[in-house]
């Protein structure tokens, strides 16, 4: 039962341009949401968060926004660098702290 | 900012054998930690939840008699494979949280490869 799932396993965008990263979840006891980005063989590295409160958090070319009513968030990533080429993860958390992970979206940002 | 240190960062081992990794936070008091494991081109699976001085808990389809979790101080965390096998090789990260916050802080985790 995939709670947290991003369809999109790539994206590849020209520098410069916004790169857009989605995910969906399923349970609507998530309060809390972030996103992370991710080298092979290291571990998350934390970008930007959410709280269920909100439906937009900003944080220098890093948006996230939140639509609870259709269980969705985005990454907007304006402008895109290449090296903001990574595997991006969405993750959700309830009351009980347990951070659950979407599959993850490869990005390439192509100079 | 919070930093966690996971150790080894890279372990080769012969089946059978257990291997310990260790996970620390440097800076703060992390009363929660999360052990996750990753496969090849997936997601990062939890494995388990530990909270200091409490019995790990387990998430569905994890063997806790094959995963020993120990979380014995409020700085440490460590995550024994015992009688490792091949399909053991992974990936395994940890995650520390101080109490009452929503701050996850992730090691840089572990590359276990079982011979």
């Known amino acids: 039962d995939q709670q947290v799932k991003q369809n999109s396993p790539s994206l590849s965008v020209q520098e410069g341009r916004i790169s857009i990263l989605n995910c969906d979840y399923t349970n609507s006891m998530f309060d809390y949401f972030l996103w992370y980005k991710k080298y092979p063989a290291e571990g998350p590295t934390f970008l930007i968060s959410i709280s269920s409160i909100k439906d937009k958090n900003e944080d220098g070319r890093f948006t996230v926004f939140l639509n609870k009513s259709a269980k969705h968030l985005s990454l907007h990533i304006v402008p895109s660098q290449p090296g903001d080429s990574a595997v991006y993860f969405c993750?959700?958390?309830?009351?009980?702290?347990?951070?659950?992970f979407g599959q993850g979206t490869t990005l390439q940002v192509k100079p | 900012g919070a930093v966690v240190s996971q150790h080894p960062s890279r372990v080769i081992c012969k089946s059978g054998t257990s291997v310990k990794i260790e996970c620390r936070s440097l800076d703060f008091q992390a009363t929660t930690m999360f052990w996750y494991r990753q496969f090849p081109k997936k997601s990062l699976m939890l494995m388990a939840t530990?909270?200091?001085?409490?019995?790990?808990?387990?998430e569905q389809g994890v063997e806790k008699d094959k995963f020993l979790i120990n979380h014995a101080s409020l700085t440490l965390s460590t995550l024994t494979v015992t009688s490792a096998h091949p399909e053991d090789s992974s990936f395994y990260i940890c995650s520390a949280r101080a109490e009452g916050t929503y701050g996850y802080t992730f090691g840089s985790g572990t590359r276990l490869t079982v011979v």
């Open positions: 993750a959700a958390s309830a009351s009980t702290g347990k951070l659950i």
């Open positions: 530990s909270n200091e001085g409490s019995k790990a808990t387990y």
